[in-house]
């Protein structure tokens, strides 16, 4: 399971060198793309291969849920996606263009300003409010005052939560906490949302409840990528990304 928030980035940083040109893109546009695409953890002793020869491509507005039992990959796989991981070898094209080999710093800056991302544990900041948490990816990018207001306010409007602004996160339960970490991704306008288990620590109303506000993200156009042990959860997908042993063993469009 991933265990940390999007990345402060220096604000005088040059976002040209990495993925010049914002987050739009365009309609059906590859968004991420794997080939050969291997991890492997090595010891004195043992070697293990984590992720094996995946070759994966996701575009824009589709909703993939990646499935596979126990220790198949999916973590891993979606932390390399998100940047929080490096490949041991294959190629990871993000909107167009290469980032394995990237600078820590310019990795920084792609996970702030590209990828969202949904933790099952929330990661929210006990003593931040629920604003200044979804503010704060944004302050690290540099941003005016002013625009962050707006983002924020909009965000939380868009996941109910605006009427919590001011709460701290330890006077929400799970289910709102969730939707604070949702508003949270979804703030900076990414070009891609990575859910890691973001149901996995929720009873089963408020597990609905935040299938369902993805379920809107994603008809108001945006891109998932969703590691999930729950088959429900996953037939809501578009498509359904199987591993094994670190591999992909079925890959199911549904529509």
């Known amino acids: ?90 190629a990871y094209l993000l909107d167009g263009r290469s980032v394995l080999d990237l600078s820590s710093s310019d990795r920084a800056l792609v996970r702030n300003r590209h990828i969202g991302f949904i933790f ?5 900041i006990g003593d931040l409010t629920v604003f200044e948490n979804v503010e704060l990816p944004l302050t690290y990018r540099g941003m005016p005052a002013a625009e962050r207001k707006q983002r924020v306010e909009r965000a939380l409007e868009r996941v109910g939560m605006a009427h919590r602004a001011r709460h701290m996160p330890g006077q929400l339960s799970g289910g709102q ?19 890691d288990e973001p149901t996995g620590n929720l009873d089963s109303k408020n597990g609905e409840a935040v299938m ?24 809501v997908a578009t498509r359904t990304v199987s591993l094994f042993d670190g591999r992909v063993v079925q890959d199911e469009q549904r529509r």
């Not at 099952?120 to 929210?124: E, R, T």
């Open 212 to 235: 369902q506000l993805l379920g809107e993200l994603h008809k108001a156009g945006a891109t998932i990528c969703m590691v999930t042990h729950d088959p429900a959860h996953a037939r």
């Open 177 to 195: 906490q969730q939707r604070v970490a949702v508003a949270r991704a979804v703030a900076g306008d990414p070009i891609i949302l990575l859910a």
């Open 120 to 124: 099952q544990s929330f990661n929210l």
């Open 1 to 90: 399971m991933m265990t940390t928030t999007n990345d402060s980035v220096p604000a005088q940083e040059s976002e040209g060198a990495v993925l010049a040109g914002g987050p739009k893109v365009e309609a059906g546009k590859a968004l991420i793309q794997l080939e050969g695409l291997t991890k492997v953890f090595e010891t004195e002793e043992v070697e293990t291969h984590a992720l094996s020869n995946i070759h994966l491509t996701v575009r824009q507005n589709e909703w993939v849920a990646i499935v596979g039992p126990s220790g198949s990959g999916k973590s891993t796989l979606l932390a390399v996606l998100g940047l929080l991981d490096t490949a041991t070898r294959g």
